[in-house]
């Protein structure tokens, strides 16, 4: 297993849709989470910085990566 963390900075403007679309994440996102090998998948907002953790418990995190970015309807949704 292996940590990821991230921190990133949303938009201003967009953190009102950032919190609408996280208030009920889609359960077939969910599901390609897990697919992809990762699990304790956490996000914090504060104020407009976003922090990310999971682990990972897969075997090429490269390949579960692109899975996921290549996934329908993780790609639904307006940029943040």
Avoid at 47 to 67: C, I, P, R, T, V
Wanted: glycine share 6%; hydrophobic share 40%.
């Amino acid at each position: 297993m292996k940590r990821y963390g991230s921190v990133l900075r949303v938009k201003p403007e967009a953190v009102e849709a950032y919190r609408a679309y996280h208030k009920k994440v889609w359960t077939e996102v969910l599901d390609v989470i897990r697919r992809c090998n990762l699990r304790n998948y956490s996000i914090f907002l504060k104020d407009d910085l976003l922090f990310g953790y999971y682990e990972y418990h897969g075997k090429d995190h490269a390949a579960d990566m692109a899975k996921m970015a290549a996934d329908a309807t993780t790609q639904k949704g307006g940029p943040l």
